[in-house]
């Protein structure tokens, strides 16, 4: 059988499928191209990331299609119940990384607190002229430690997020429609472990006393977090978006910086992907990174493993 990973699979779960008898195909297909190939090719299993969509025409014209397995979480770039109307397995990894889009959060928010993220471009151009000045822009950072973390959205990366949060030593406040409690259990490097329950509360209450805020909530038809939601929050909350462009209006969020709401915030992902806004891009109360929330190399190790071991167990 024949499995072609369109975007992308780590080499962990080629060297797992081929093991197994698969043949593992990585040439990329364009979209308008995939489904000739797949028909040309008789493929079995077709696995995705972000850039490949599979609606129903793909799924209806290529009768050999028995998989199709995303690799992360979200799986709007797919037509899932349809596919499984129609007898396909649809699959997908959501836990494998969990806590790389937790780190690269706490790696944004480490940067806000401290302005590295404009600090980091300052220093090359005036470092030299105008170190003194820089250091006195620079001088009012804040600590993590003995914050309040606010997460909206407590499914896997939400629960990895706040581990992250309190090893840093924060408190952690989290809102999810559905889910009362959970508990965290958080592992250390000589085998000790720790657990912590966390009681959800209300989303008005999660933004009223977040020092920082991080979503971790699927696509959805409206904003979470809209004009109404800033009015909620405290005066020069962090945020943090690494969920999926479109749940934060962002319009209402440079409107919240400009008028000092906001004091800072992060984007993993954006509204308008691959091109986002230019006054998102150009702001320099924003710290950005290009969706790569997922993007680490044991993410991607995991990844491939998971979706190996689901493909090897459903097609026997």
């Known amino acids: 059988m024949k499995v072609l990973a369109n975007d992308g699979v780590s080499q962990s779960g080629i060297n797992a499928l081929e093991a197994a008898g698969y043949e593992v195909i990585t040439t990329t297909v364009a979209q308008e191209q995939l489904e000739n190939y797949i028909n040309k090719n008789d493929i079995s299993v077709l696995l995705v990331r972000s850039a490949t969509t599979v609606r129903k025409d793909l799924i209806d014209n290529c009768p050999s299609l028995k998989i199709i397995g995303r690799g992360g979480v979200g799986m709007d770039n797919i037509d899932v119940d349809y596919a499984r109307s129609k007898g396909l397995s649809v699959i997908n990894t959501p836990a494998a990384s969990s806590h790389s889009v937790a780190e690269l959060v706490f790696g944004h928010f480490y940067g806000l607190a401290r302005y590295l993220h404009n600090s980091n471009r300052d220093m090359p151009l005036e470092g030299d002229s105008k170190f003194k000045n820089l250091k006195k822009a620079y001088a009012k950072g804040t600590e993590l430690k003995g914050k309040t973390l606010g997460v909206l959205g407590f499914g896997r990366i939400g629960q990895a997020t ?38 959800t509360i209300s989303k008005e209450e999660v933004l009223k006393q ?92 995991r990844i491939g493993t998971e979706l190996a071991e689901q493909i090897i167990t459903i097609l026997g």
């Open 210 to 301: 977040a020092d920082f805020l991080t979503l971790h909530v699927p696509a959805q038809k409206d904003y979470v977090i809209d004009e109404a939601e800033f009015k909620q929050m405290k005066d020069g909350v962090i945020i943090a978006n690494a969920a999926r462009g479109g749940v934060v209006n962002e319009i209402a969020l440079v409107q919240a910086i400009q008028s000092g709401k906001v004091s800072r915030a992060a984007l993993d992902v954006f509204e308008k992907e691959p091109q986002p806004e230019i006054q998102l891009l150009m702001n320099p109360a924003l710290s950005l990174t290009p969706h790569t929330g997922a993007a680490t190399n044991e993410a991607q190790d």
């Open 162 to 199: 706040a581990k992250v949060a309190i090893g840093a030593g924060m408190k952690v406040v989290a809102f999810d429609p559905f889910l009362e409690k959970a508990n965290l259990e958080l592992e250390f490097f000589d085998g000790q472990k720790l657990n912590f329950e966390i009681e």
